[in-house]
């Protein structure tokens, strides 16, 4: 029997258009632009619509406001959560000119293109937990090679929600995820754009992408790398952890969240270096939770699910092989503001049983109803047959003052069968 522990769970300021248009352009400071409108404003817009994903290329005059460019402002507002009105209004054009990272948000030609309030995947993963990373080069705006351990320390929030373990190699070729720093034009089809606006890209895995360029990660040089975010000032100093921990989402399979306070969120809002629970529950998606060997007959795993990480955890007991076995599942919670409310909703369940969902599940908090509803029936005991049993504990309110611990148990039964 084995347990496994799942954790908790600038731009240059050019005269003539550039392939990736300064955001400054379509800024705060411009005007509202709708249908109709005309002006170098509005190819700039019609370029940073289609270098994201949200417009494809179509035959209208490229400084025309056409009905294609709000289609694309439409696309764009739904992913970002934003009114869609189908105008660059200003909280439109405020979101635009946030620094963001260099991949597209979407596919323009996908008949049903991501919306606010869930992660993506690209459909890119890799076959092996095992897996290796190499530096290219560095940047001289940390001292010393402290963008390595940067880098490195960026590793570990995919880690602990993953069976995924991650280890340094001298060698190029023996790598899947190479870091390098680069500026402007530098091969690989995706140009940095000097200081501002785009700052880094990373590629997703095979098939998405072959060959060597698949995992790697490239952080525009032109921008100022630090240890920490420059707060106020965040875009003239950008945090390195924040940005490696969202590009190595990328190259681990990931696309661009649109759950804004997630780290695949596309757009720099200042340092987030752990992850939310839709980072988990995408990651998670592609390579299940974390597995590690059980000693005993008798398994005991622990989640927990606090403010402070996403408020989602997950384990899974793996037998070794299908066996008959007992698990339940139980919760304690503690709520930091001392007031039960809605929010204290939370559920641990014997979330499923070798991939399948057995919807058995207890639940916590009065949002399920008052003392002794039929609703606070614990129904977290489930006698099944299986090998791997995963457990999962949530708490409904990501965002509350709740913290929830939790723990799976599993007995296996082979004796009851002889
Ligand atoms: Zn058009
Ligand atoms: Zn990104
Ligand atoms: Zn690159």
């Known amino acids: 029997m084995k347990v496994t522990p799942d954790g908790p ?3 240059r300021q050019q005269e003539q258009p550039a392939p990736d248009p300064p955001p400054a352009r379509c800024g705060p400071s411009g005007r509202v632009l709708e249908l109709g409108d005309t002006g170098r404003q509005v190819a700039y817009l019609r370029q940073y619509l289609h270098r994201f994903g949200y417009l494809r290329q179509c035959p209208c005059p490229e400084e025309v406001f056409c009905r ?3 289609s694309g402002v439409l696309r764009y507002q739904r992913f970002f959560g934003l009114t869609t009105t189908g105008i660059l209004d200003q909280a439109t054009q405020v979101q635009l000119a946030k620094p963001r ?3 597209a948000d979407m596919d323009p030609d996908d008949p049903d293109p991501p919306t606010n309030g869930d992660y993506n995947l690209s459909g890119g993963s890799w076959s092996s937990t095992s897996l290796r990373f190499f530096f290219d080069n560095g940047t001289s705006d940390i001292s010393g090679t402290g963008e390595r351990d940067i880098v490195r320390r960026a590793f570990q929030p995919w ?3 993953t069976p995924l373990r991650f280890a340094e190699t001298a060698t190029e070729s023996d790598a899947q995820f190479s870091f390098g720093w680069r500026t402007g034009d530098h091969g690989d089809g995706s140009s940095f754009d000097g200081s501002g606006n785009i700052y880094a890209h990373g590629f997703y895995p095979p098939p998405v992408n072959s060959g060597s360029i698949a995992g790697d990660v490239h952080f525009d040089d032109a921008e100022e790398w630090d240890s920490e975010d420059g707060g106020w000032w965040f875009w003239k ?3 390195l952890e924040t940005v490696a921990v969202h590009e190595i989402g990328h190259a681990l399979g990931l696309k661009h969240s649109s759950v804004g306070d997630a780290v695949m969120w596309p757009s720099y809002e200042g340092e987030r270096r752990s992850l939310h629970a839709d980072d988990v ?3 998670q998606a592609i390579y299940g939770p974390p597995t590690v060997p059980a000693r005993s007959e008798f398994g005991v795993a622990s989640m927990w699910a606090l403010k402070s990480s996403g408020s989602y955890g997950s384990v899974t007991i793996d037998l070794g092989r299908r066996r008959r076995f007992l698990a339940w599942a139980s919760m304690t919670m503690l709520d930091s503001l001392n007031n ?3 929010d204290n909703a939370v559920t641990a369940e014997i979330f499923k049983v070798d991939g399948n969902e057995t919807w058995r599940a207890i639940y916590g908090g009065d949002h399920f109803g008052g003392a002794g509803d039929a609703s606070n029936v614990h129904q977290g005991a ?4 299986g090998r791997r049993i995963t457990f999962r504990l949530r708490s409904m309110n990501p965002r509350g003052d709740l913290e929830a611990f939790g723990a799976g148990t599993v007995v296996t039964l082979d004796a009851l069968d002889e």
Do not use: E, S, T
Not at 382 to 385: A, T
């Open 68 to 70: 294609h460019v709000k």
């Open 382 to 385: 489930y006698v099944g047959y």
């Open 101 to 103: 990272c260099g991949v």
């Open 340 to 342: 039960f409310d809605r």
């Open 281 to 283: 529950a995408g990651i």
């Open 159 to 161: 880690a602990a929600v």
């Open 9 to 11: 769970d600038d731009a």
């Open 237 to 239: 100093r950008i945090d």
